[in-house]
């Protein structure tokens, strides 16, 4: 596109970098093209020789994209909204697949666990407090929302089904009074795949329902790494320094490091992680939203060089890692 600079002034070529961008609108989130004027607009620049036609092409296919890509939005939004608003406002176990939801009505003390795969969600299950404590569990990772349209968060089950647990809709149409809990809890497992998908979850919730954080509605689980067992006692350990703590001097002491929470029973689920009396949450505060939206665009966005540099740099504050 060198054509479109070459001799003329700085005042020019101002305008023209405005006519430009005002032709392209790339903000595939927000949607605000006029779609016959920029089509119009990059056929006349190129007709005045501003531009090549190739270029003029690929405005004109960008624009194309994001009308359709608009579309496909709207549409999964309706679909999701329809969803979310079938059959009442609470029980909607029939409408999200192995969703399972607690009995009460009283949204002050309902509780959603969104788990880590089904091995999990069945322990969950079964050690929940069934009044209180509804459970989703994941099939898998999510997508990483920061590097996707919304139409294409919107079309992903595994974000549909927490849309309708949920009941806030999301993006514009956020609404934080159709919130059906008062609190939202992420539990995974304890290593590095749980903490990537704890980042998938948090990114999706900063991105596109950022009112639950900033109503301090989300929260994370913290399940033990270890297991100890010795004489008739048994006790848990988070960290490899609680763990040599607890170990002291002991003999003939058994450790199990849980590859995940599918290998803890139910009983060991909801003494460590889901029993309020014993459980640790850590909500999710948002101090500083430019520098979270920094960091969430750097470790989650597609340019892998942000994050080469970031990693790089804060490399030596890692403990515990899980190799």
Same mark, same amino acid.
């Given at each position: 596109?060198?054509?479109?600079?070459? /001799?003329? +002034?700085?005042?020019?070529? *101002?305008?023209?970098?405005? *006519?430009?961008?005002? %032709?392209?609108?790339?903000?595939?989130?927000?949607?605000?093209?006029?779609?016959?004027? %920029?089509?119009?607009?990059?056929?006349? =620049?190129?007709?005045?020789?501003?531009?090549?036609?190739?270029?003029?092409? !690929?405005?004109?296919?960008?624009?194309?994209?994001? !009308?359709? %890509?608009?579309?496909?939005?709207?549409?999964?939004?309706?679909?999701?909204?329809?969803?979310?608003?079938? /059959?009442?406002?609470?029980?909607?176990?029939?409408?999200?697949?192995?969703?399972?939801?607690?009995?009460?009505?009283?949204?002050?003390?309902?509780?959603? $666990?969104?788990?880590?795969?089904?091995? @999990?969600? /069945?322990?969950?299950?079964?050690?929940?407090?069934?009044?209180?404590?509804?459970?989703?569990?994941?099939?898998?990772?999510?997508?990483? @929302?920061? !590097? !996707?349209?919304?139409?294409?968060?919107?079309?992903?089950?595994?974000?549909?089904? =927490?849309? +309708?647990?949920?009941?806030?809709?999301?993006?514009? %149409?956020?609404?934080?009074?159709?919130?059906? $809990?008062?609190?939202?809890?992420?539990?995974?497992?304890?290593?590095?795949?749980?903490?990537?998908?704890?980042?998938?979850?948090?990114?999706?919730?900063?991105? $596109?329902?950022?009112?639950? &954080?900033?109503?301090?509605?989300? #929260?994370?689980?913290?399940?033990?790494?270890?297991?100890?067992? #010795?004489?008739?006692?048994?006790?848990?350990?988070? +960290? *490899?320094?609680?763990?040599?703590?607890?170990? /002291?001097?002991?003999?003939?002491?058994?450790?199990?490091? #849980?590859?995940?929470?599918?290998?803890?029973? @139910?009983?060991? =689920?909801?003494?460590?992680?889901?029993?309020?009396?014993?459980? +640790?949450?850590?909500?999710?505060?948002?101090?500083?939203?430019?520098?979270? *939206?920094?960091?969430?665009?750097?470790?989650?966005?597609?340019?892998?060089?942000?994050?080469?540099?970031? &990693?790089?740099?804060?490399?030596? #504050?890692?403990?515990? =890692?899980?190799?």
């Amino acid at each position: 596109m060198a054509k479109m600079w070459a /001799g003329r +002034t700085a005042g020019e070529t *101002d305008r023209i970098a405005d *006519d430009f961008n005002a %032709s392209i609108h790339f903000d595939c989130r927000m949607f605000r093209e006029d779609i016959t004027g %920029s089509m119009a607009h990059a056929a006349m =620049l190129a007709a005045q020789n501003i531009i090549d036609k190739a270029d003029a092409d !690929k405005i004109a296919e960008q624009v194309l994209i994001n !009308k359709r %890509s608009r579309e496909a939005a709207e549409k999964a939004r309706i679909e999701v909204k329809a969803k979310i608003s079938a /059959g009442g406002n609470m029980d909607i176990s029939n409408r999200v697949e192995k969703f399972v939801n607690c009995r009460t009505k009283d949204v002050s003390i309902r509780e959603l $666990y969104i788990v880590e795969g089904d091995s @999990a969600g /069945g322990s969950a299950k079964q050690a929940r407090d069934r009044k209180y404590q509804a459970i989703l569990p994941l099939r898998g990772k999510p997508l990483n @929302a920061e !590097k !996707k349209r919304l139409d294409q968060v919107l079309s992903n089950e595994e974000f549909r089904s =927490l849309i +309708t647990a949920l009941g806030t809709s999301i993006d514009e %149409s956020f609404n934080l009074n159709n919130l059906k $809990y008062h609190k939202v809890i992420i539990l995974s497992d304890a290593d590095q795949d749980g903490a990537h998908i704890r980042a998938i979850l948090l990114t999706f919730f900063f991105r $596109y329902m950022k009112g639950l &954080i900033d109503a301090g509605k989300v #929260y994370i689980a913290t399940p033990p790494l270890y297991k100890i067992s #010795y004489k008739n006692v048994v006790e848990y350990a988070w +960290t *490899d320094d609680e763990l040599r703590m607890k170990i /002291g001097n002991q003999r003939n002491v058994t450790i199990q490091r #849980y590859k995940g929470l599918g290998e803890m029973n @139910a009983e060991q =689920l909801w003494d460590t992680t889901m029993d309020p009396k014993y459980r +640790t949450l850590l909500k999710v505060n948002l101090d500083d939203v430019i520098e979270a *939206d920094r960091i969430f665009s750097t470790l989650m966005g597609d340019d892998v060089e942000p994050r080469r540099e970031f &990693i790089e740099e804060n490399a030596v #504050y890692v403990q515990n =890692l899980d190799v």
